[in-house]
T-cell receptor
């Protein structure tokens, strides 16, 4: 099946620093990528939808200036958590969709811990 | 009201038991439906798609009722390895997934 690679799988950073997470589709062109966040014992919450070459669409309550999303190519999207704080500690997961397929493939997730 | 509501669980069952999970969704325009399995601290993995005609994959059976906006997952002959959190997901035609909160299953020897 299609493979989506997310990197890094885990990261610990100091409060106030920025962290970049990469999401790559390895064997297909991802016209759309989705970024989710999952807090412990909660479900995945969609943060934003990213279409290649255009600005991301953020869900209500998600700060676009804090969570910068770039989808410059059909195989790569990045999420940058700027000025991270401990409350940003979470499991961030991307998923990628090819064309008009109804199904998306998930990356392995990135566990972010801000200390 | 949440867009996707799932049985809260947790479900603790003995090996060999049959267990059923239910999920309701509120958006009647939803296009596609899935069940995912998520192991602790891992990403969700697709278990199966859900169709109105019902679909079966080994011990797993999924069913969709569009009129009632309800999907279900039945696991027969539970194994220890089935212990995980099961998430239902509802997609729009744009591929955006809305997930339920998940139901945790623990299968005990």
């Amino acid at each position: 099946g299609a493979v989506v690679s997310q990197h890094p799988s885990w990261v610990i950073c100091k409060s106030g620093t920025s962290v970049k997470i990469e999401c790559r589709s390895l064997d297909f062109q991802a016209t759309t990528m989705f970024w989710y966040r999952q807090f412990p014992k909660q479900s995945l919450m969609l943060m934003a939808t990213s279409n290649e070459g255009s600005k991301a669409t953020y869900e209500q309550g998600v700060e676009k200036d804090k969570f910068l999303i770039n989808h410059a190519s059909l195989t790569l999207s990045t999420l940058t958590v700027t000025s991270a704080h401990p409350e940003d500690s979470s499991f961030y997961i991307c998923s990628a969709r090819a064309g008009d397929r109804v199904f998306s493939f998930f990356g392995q997730g990135t566990r972010l811990t801000v200390v | 009201r949440k867009e996707v509501e799932q049985d809260p669980g947790p479900f603790n069952v003995p090996e060999g038991a049959t267990v059923a999970f239910n999920c309701t969704y509120s958006n009647s325009a939803s296009q596609s439906f899935f069940w995912y399995r998520q192991d602790c601290r891992k990403e969700p993995k697709l278990l199966m798609s859900v169709y109105s005609s019902g679909n079966e994959d080994g011990r797993f059976t999924a069913q969709l009722n569009r009129a009632s906006q309800y999907i279900s997952l039945l696991i027969r002959d539970s194994k220890l390895s089935d212990s995980a959190t099961y998430l239902c997901a509802v997609n729009t035609n744009a591929g955006k997934s809305t997930f339920g909160d998940g139901t945790t299953l623990t299968v005990k020897p």
